[in-house]
């Protein structure tokens, strides 16, 4: 069955701090692999995508690995922000573009 | 630009009740989806349509009807709507279809059925 699955399911951080969020998948065949972050009452933001050939995109603070052999992803968080407390959604795709997967997310708290 | 725009934000209805979920883009997008996000759950897609005049199933169709009136807007329907449709619904629109894309999101509206 094709999954995605996040952890820790929620994080607690002090302002300044790093931290990394992690997505483990099962989805076959793969074709890229998407982070979103979600604001409280607000819909997804994409912050990074990455196909196959890709192991590694930065955007910003933000910073998302990909491993296709071991089906992980990581998206490590530079000098933390107030702001970046939010939903960190993880979504895979199958080859052929619409079959998405997307995972539950992780809850980051970043408290001052 | 006001990218992915939907109304309401919010609604109550009661079992049985109809109603229209409105989305709009104006970023020229060929596709548009709809999604439902449920606590504990990513979210998951109702319909799409890829392209003006077609529709398709997603992984959660069953209470639903979508209507792609023009290259704009794309309306989910409740015929009769039951409790197990209180959720948070996402329209989304992209480009194309063609892997790797980016979906860009609405604010949501917020649905409780009583």
């Known amino acids: 069955k094709n999954q995605v699955e996040q952890s820790p399911q929620s994080l607690i951080i002090l302002e300044g701090k790093n931290c990394t969020l992690q997505c483990n998948y099962t989805v076959s065949p793969f074709s890229n692999l998407r982070w979103y972050k979600q604001d409280t009452g607000r819909g997804p933001v994409s912050l990074t995508i990455?196909?196959?050939?890709?192991n590694t995109k930065s955007n910003g603070r933000y910073t998302a690995t990909l491993d296709a052999d071991t089906k992980q992803s990581s998206l490590h968080i530079t000098a933390s922000q107030l702001s970046d407390s939010a939903s960190y959604i993880c979504v895979v795709s199958h080859t052929g573009g619409f079959k998405t997967i997307f995972g539950a997310g992780t809850r980051l708290f970043v408290k001052a | 630009n006001a990218g992915v725009t939907q109304t309401p934000k919010f609604q109550v209805l009661k079992t049985g009740q109809s109603m229209t979920l409105q989305c709009a883009q104006d970023?020229?997008?060929?596709?548009m989806y709809w999604y439902r996000q449920d606590p504990g759950m990513g979210l998951r897609l109702i319909y799409y349509s890829a392209s003006e005049g077609t529709t398709d199933k997603g992984e959660v169709p069953n209470g639903y009807n979508v209507s792609r009136l023009n290259k704009r807007e794309f309306s989910l329907r409740l015929e009769s709507a039951a409790p197990s449709q209180t959720s948070v619904y996402f329209c989304a629109s992209s480009e194309i279809m063609v892997t790797p894309y980016e979906q860009f999101f609405g604010p949501g509206t917020r649905l409780t059925v009583l």
């Open positions: 990455m196909t196959f050939s890709e």
């Open positions: 970023m020229n997008h060929n596709s």
